[in-house]
């Protein structure tokens, strides 16, 4: 099953797997990852080649499994997680089993929100440990993401600079649900309201972070994640 080879090989040419490592070795370490318990069962949906994963297992983290629509993306991830080759709108996972759910540019390719997004978040709670933790990176329109979709843009930039390229290429090759994300940041952020309660809500260098705990029915508990911060 693929799911768009064009975008996919943009995809692989905008960041080699050890950049991609890095970068998502960063970002977990900013969310608190080093701290967390490395037996925490992981599931990082929309894992594409499993850089996240492979971040994970670095850090020391030993039971983890990544979920993807996609079986050439999932052929080249090289590690230790159980993978699943699956849809993120319906996941074959028994209810309350994973202690973390990890998404990191995955929401953004639905292609109807917030329908599907409210399916998608749905099924995270469901398969989510009441205790557990929903974790999220996802572009998000702040000045800076404006600023780099004007200069990726211009052709001579995509000329010269091949990352730039690859990511106009991916843009435009996910323009329509991509758009569609960027557009609703409102509605975005109430179906996590629905199903969650925001521990963390930051956009930053055109991205969201969102920390999320399962919201139980009788939770007093609740910060409305429409109240993003930004830095
Ligand atoms: C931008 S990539 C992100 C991959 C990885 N998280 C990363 O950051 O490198 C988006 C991924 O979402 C997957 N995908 C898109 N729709 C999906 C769905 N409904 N269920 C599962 N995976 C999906 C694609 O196959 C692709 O691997």
New binding site residues.
Partial sequence: MC?DPEW?AA?KRFETPEE?ITK?TRRLKRFGFDSLPKDALVN??????G??LVALERMGFTNLQG????DT?LEEYQGDATLHL????SMPFDSNSFDIVI????LH??PRIPEDLDT?ISEVKRILKPTGAFYVVEPWRTPFLTFAHAVTDQPLVRKLYAKGDALAI?TARERVTYEQWLNHPKEVLAVFDKHFVAKQSQASWGKLAYVGTPLLDASADVVSSARVGSM
């Fill in positions: 799911c996919e995809y991609e998502f990082e949906i929309f894992c594409g080649r850089g996240g979920t993807d629509l996609s993306l699956a849809d993120c709108l998404v990191q540019g995955g390719h639905l998608c991916m």
